[in-house]
């Protein structure tokens, strides 16, 4: 098992100065980091590289920084559709310089793009060639291309794990992976331990936090299915602990959370990785 955090965890934009994250990653136990990347999110490749190596830690990205809403593979123009792989091509483009091992997401769709109608019958068909076309990419660049399902306030393309099974079966890429955020199911699923098992050895990594975004075990989430549920399948892949920090000023608020479940960080991290080292451990 590997675990690492969102960089939202510590801060709302990566740049130079936000190094000392991987520093206290490493301080808290943690395997890697996953940066939040986008055309606003301006830092050194080389430098965060080299630092993240220095200290044995394993970096992955995600769309989190500035996202033209034209560039989506979901898109029904096929332009968009061409700037959404251009785009996303870019972002695996920097994971690469930066040592990066995946990029993960909702990269399918945009995020926050929700279209309220049934979908037409070619929509998955053109997600799944762009998908296709972006995971050979990545592995021309020895990065992982990986899908994350979201609620339905977030997406209207994959909200489930069987949807993203359905997508990346599609998109029939050995390059392809799923990563399930526990957060975001809570609205979809009643079943996280079917879900899990749905997905199977497609699991690349699991981003851990409450219902409402706080700290893992502090909700009502059924850790104990979940748990129960990585371990039949031999989940070995990743563990990352993902919210917004709530004692930054008003990032949390920007980013639609509007209570104070991450005042603290290093509790966050720290408290989180005890209950999910303990939970699989039984």
Same mark, same amino acid.
């Given at each position: 098992?590997?675990?690492?955090?969102?960089?939202?965890?510590?801060?709302?934009?990566w740049?130079?100065?936000a190094?000392?994250?991987?520093?206290?990653?490493?301080?808290?136990?943690?395997?890697?980091?996953?940066?939040?990347?986008?055309?606003?999110?301006?830092?050194?490749?080389?430098?965060?590289?080299d630092?993240?190596?220095?200290?044995?830690?394993?970096?992955?990205?995600?769309?989190?920084?500035?996202?033209?809403?034209?560039?989506?593979?979901s898109?029904?123009?096929?332009?968009?559709?061409?700037?959404?792989?251009?785009?996303?091509?870019?972002?695996?483009?920097? +994971? @690469?310089?930066?040592g =990066?091992? &995946?990029?993960? !997401?909702?990269?399918?769709g945009h %995020?926050? *793009?929700?279209?309220?109608?049934?979908p037409?019958?070619d929509?998955?068909?053109?997600? +799944? @060639?762009?998908l296709? =076309?972006? &995971?050979?990419? !990545?592995?021309?660049?020895?990065? %992982?291309? *990986?899908?994350?399902p979201m609620?339905h306030?977030?997406?209207?393309?994959?909200?489930?794990?069987?949807?993203?099974?359905?997508?990346?079966?599609?998109?029939?890429?050995?390059?392809?992976?799923i990563?399930?955020?526990?957060?975001h199911?809570?609205?979809?699923?009643?079943?996280?331990?079917?879900?899990?098992?749905?997905?199977?050895d497609?699991?690349?990594?699991?981003?851990?936090?409450?219902n409402?975004?706080?700290?893992p075990g502090?909700?009502?989430?059924?850790?104990?299915?979940?748990?129960?549920?990585?371990?039949?399948?031999?989940f070995?892949?990743?563990?990352?602990?993902e919210?917004?920090?709530?004692?930054?000023?008003?990032?949390?608020?920007?980013?639609?959370?509007f209570?104070?479940v991450?005042?603290?960080?290093?509790a966050?991290?720290?408290?989180?990785?005890a209950?999910?080292?303990?939970?699989?451990?039984?």
């Amino acid at each position: 098992m590997k675990y690492g955090t969102h960089s939202y965890v510590f801060i709302d934009q990566w740049s130079d100065d936000a190094l000392w994250i991987l520093d206290r990653a490493r301080e808290l136990g943690l395997d890697g980091v996953e940066v939040g990347v986008g055309d606003d999110v301006i830092f050194s490749t080389a430098r965060v590289r080299d630092h993240a190596a220095a200290l044995g830690l394993e970096l992955s990205v995600s769309p989190g920084g500035l996202w033209p809403l034209e560039c989506d593979l979901s898109s029904d123009d096929a332009s968009e559709r061409a700037l959404g792989l251009a785009w996303h091509k870019k972002r695996v483009d920097e +994971a @690469a310089a930066m040592g =990066a091992t &995946a990029y993960a !997401g909702s990269t399918y769709g945009h %995020t926050g *793009v929700v279209k309220r109608r049934r979908p037409p019958d070619d929509e998955y068909m053109n997600i +799944a @060639a762009g998908l296709h =076309a972006l &995971a050979d990419y !990545g592995a021309s660049q020895g990065v %992982t291309i *990986v899908i994350e399902p979201m609620s339905h306030f977030r997406s209207h393309v994959v909200n489930t794990p069987q949807q993203a099974v359905r997508l990346v079966d599609m998109a029939d890429h050995a390059n392809l992976g799923i990563l399930l955020d526990t957060y975001h199911l809570v609205t979809e699923i009643t079943d996280y331990a079917a879900g899990i098992r749905a997905v199977g050895d497609r699991l690349w990594g699991i981003h851990a936090c409450e219902n409402n975004r706080g700290r893992p075990g502090t909700g009502f989430l059924p850790w104990a299915d979940i748990f129960a549920a990585m371990r039949e399948i031999g989940f070995e892949g990743w563990v990352t602990f993902e919210t917004y920090n709530s004692g930054l000023g008003d990032f949390a608020f920007e980013r639609g959370m509007f209570h104070d479940v991450c005042p603290d960080p290093e509790a966050y991290v720290r408290e989180g990785l005890a209950f999910i080292k303990t939970g699989l451990a039984g």
